[in-house]
């Protein structure tokens, strides 16, 4: 297996990771978080906005300044 496509698979399945325990346990449990990820469970939790588009619209200026 290259090292380009085993990057990409652990790449992928941190996110996974990621993705599962915030669902899993911060949502059910109403924690927060810092950062984006914090600002994303705000908006879920006071304007009912899903935490994966208002993550991703908070990632798109830095993802365009990087």
């Known amino acids: 297996m290259s090292i380009r496509i085993k ?9 996974a990771l990621l993705a ?3 669902i899993h346990f911060n949502i ?9 990820t914090g600002i994303s469970l705000i908006f ?5 906005i899903p935490t994966s588009i208002s ?7 830095i993802f365009l300044i990087g």
């Open 7 to 15: 990057n990409i698979f652990f790449i992928i399945l941190g996110t």
């Open 20 to 22: 599962f325990g915030i």
């Open 28 to 36: 059910q449990n109403h924690l927060a978080e810092g950062g984006f």
């Open 44 to 48: 879920y939790f006071k304007l009912n």
């Open 55 to 61: 993550y991703f619209v908070l990632n798109i200026p």
